[in-house]
C-alpha cells in the first residue's frame, strides 16, 4: 500500500522504516519555533528544573507578536527572552524588527523541504509550501522538545485537494482557500494532512503555496503540503539553500487518502469570510456595499512582497475613501526593503495607507483594534469576535486585491472593478 507525504515524514523524523496513519511515534523535529511569547518556554524550564538543551541548533525564537513592546511587561518578557538566547547561544534569534516568524524563517533558508517543524502557532502548517510538515504546538509541548529532543506525535490521515486552473480574473490563492473552508468547513480537516495538488498548484509561486498552507489550518489541518518542483528549488537556491541539505519527500501514486477534493479554478470569484468565523465564507457579491471603517492589510496570510504589490496595483494613482482607514503591516524587514526599493511603499504612503513596521500587528491585536460597531476588512486569516478590539466590531477576510479595491471605496468591492480596463489588464 502506498504511502502519504505525512506517513513518509513522520517516518523520517521518528527515524522509522514507515508509519501509518493513526500510529503515535516519537518525532524528533528538525526546528522548534517559538515566537514573542518564547518566555513562557523560558519560564516552563525553571518548573522541570533544568536548563539543559537538547539540540540549540534546532531552536528559533522570533519577536514577532507584539513589536515593538507597549508595556513594561512584554519588554520584560522580550528582554528575558534575549538574555536567554545569549546565554545558550541560540543564532536562530530574531528580535522585534525581523518581522512575522514563518515568513522570517521561509526567508532566510531556515526551512526545506522534508522537514518537519512545530511552533507555538497553529499557522505553522504555512512550511508545507516548501515540502515541509509544519504543524503547531502548545507551549509546554516546545519546553519539553527542547529538552528532550522529541514529541509524541500522531500520524494523521490524508485530504488531497486538486486545484485545476487558471483561476478566474480577480481570484488568488486567498479565495481558493475561502472556498474551500468555506464548503469543508472549519472543522473540516481536523488533524489531517492536506495536500494541494493540480494544475493550478503546479508552478504556483512560494508567496501564493505559503497563503494555501498558512490557511489550511482554518479547516483544522495538522499539516500542508505543497510536492516540491522547480519553483520550490530556484526559491531555496535564492535564498542560499544547497540542494544537499533537504531531502524532497512525495506521496506515492496509490497513497490512500481520507478523502479527494477537487476545485475548478476558473470557477471562482473573490471570497468573503464574515463575521465571526472563517468558514462564514460568501462570493463577494453578496456582501459587496458593506460600509468599512478600516481594512487592514498585514499577517503571515497576505503580506509578502507578492500580496502588497497586487494591493499597490490598484491603489496607484488612488486615494483612500474620507473615513476609512488603510493599515499595511508588511510580513518582514525585507518585505519592506523590497517595496522600498520598487516604489510600493510610496504607493501606499500618497495613497494615505499608515504603514507600520514588520510584524503580526493588528492580526494579534497589536494596533489597529477597532471601537464598539467598527468594521475592519483584513487579509488576516481569522476574524473571530475580539480579535481586533471590541467583541462589538466586525471583521470581513478577503484577499489584498479586495483589500486595496475597499480602501478606494470604503465599502467592499469586487476587485475587477479595477483590474479590466477597456477588456485589458491595467
Not at 504511502?3 to 517516518?11: D, L, R, S, W, Y
Not at 464548503?183 to 503555496?209: K, P, Q, W
Not at 476588512?377 to 478577503?398: C, E, K, V
Request: proline letters at 4%; hydrophobic letters at 40%.
Amino acid at each position: 500500500m502506498g504511502k502519504t507525504f505525512a506517513e513518509k515524514v513522520m517516518a523520517k523524523a521518528a527515524h522509522l522504516p514507515e508509519t501509518t496513519a493513526g500510529q503515535v511515534v516519537d518525532v524528533y523535529p528538525d526546528l522548534i519555533m517559538s515566537h514573542a511569547a518564547s518566555w513562557r518556554c523560558i519560564q516552563s524550564l525553571e518548573k522541570l528544573g533544568t536548563d539543559q538543551l537538547y539540540d540549540v541548533n534546532r531552536i528559533a525564537m522570533v519577536m514577532d507578536h507584539t513589536a515593538p513592546a507597549r508595556t513594561a511587561k512584554t519588554a520584560a518578557d522580550q528582554k528575558l527572552c534575549r538574555e536567554f538566547a545569549k546565554k545558550k547561544g541560540i543564532t536562530k534569534f530574531y528580535d522585534i524588527n525581523a518581522g512575522i516568524a514563518h515568513v522570517v524563517l521561509i526567508e532566510d533558508g531556515h526551512i526545506r523541504p522534508g522537514m518537519v517543524v512545530i511552533g507555538t502557532d497553529s499557522h505553522s502548517t504555512i512550511y508545507g509550501a516548501l515540502g515541509a510538515a509544519g504543524t503547531g504546538v502548545g507551549f509546554s509541548e516546545v519546553t519539553a522538545t527542547w529538552v528532550c529532543g522529541y514529541l509524541w506525535m500522531r500520524v494523521p490521515q490524508s485530504i488531497k485537494v486538486i486545484i485545476d486552473g487558471p483561476l478566474a480574473l480577480g481570484a488568488s490563492a486567498k479565495d481558493v482557500m475561502l472556498k474551500l473552508i468555506g464548503a469543508l468547513t472549519a472543522d473540516g480537516g481536523t488533524y489531517c494532512s492536506i495536500e494541494f495538488h493540480g494544475s493550478y498548484v503546479r508552478g504556483l509561486s512560494i508567496s501564493e503555496r505559503m497563503t494555501l498552507c498558512n490557511l489550511a489550518m482554518e479547516l483544522g489541518a495538522k499539516f500542508a503540503y505543497v510536492p516540491p518542483d522547480d519553483v520550490t528549488r530556484t526559491f531555496l537556491r535564492e535564498h542560499g539553500v544547497d540542494p544537499l541539505d533537504y531531502e524532497e519527500i512525495y506521496p506515492d501514486d496509490d497513497a490512500v487518502y481520507l478523502k479527494t477534493v477537487h476545485i475548478d479554478g476558473s470557477q471562482i470569484v473573490p471570497q468573503i469570510a464574515c463575521p465571526h468565523t472563517v468558514d462564514n465564507v460568501k462570493p463577494i457579491h453578496e456582501v459587496s456595499g458593506i460600509k468599512v471603517d478600516q481594512v487592514f492589510i498585514g499577517s503571515c496570510a497576505n503580506a509578502k512582497y507578492e500580496d502588497l504589490a497586487e494591493a499597490a496595483e490598484i491603489l496607484k494613482d488612488r486615494k483612500i475613501a474620507p473615513g476609512v482607514r488603510l493599515i499595511v503591516t508588511p510580513a518582514s524587514r525585507k518585505v519592506i526593503e523590497r517595496i522600498v526599493n520598487e516604489g510600493i511603499f510610496d504607493i501606499f504612503l500618497r495613497s494615505g495607507a499608515v504603514i507600520t513596521n514588520p510584524g503580526c500587528g493588528a492580526c494579534a491585536g497589536d494596533g489597529g483594534v477597532m471601537a464598539d460597531g467598527e468594521v475592519t476588512l483584513s487579509t488576516a486569516n481569522r476574524n473571530f469576535q475580539g480579535r481586533m478590539g471590541s467583541y462589538q466590531a466586525d471583521i470581513y477576510l478577503a484577499s489584498p486585491s479586495v483589500a486595496a479595491a475597499t480602501a478606494i471605496r470604503g465599502v467592499i468591492t469586487d476587485p475587477r472593478e479595477f483590474l479590466v480596463k477597456e477588456g485589458q489588464y491595467i
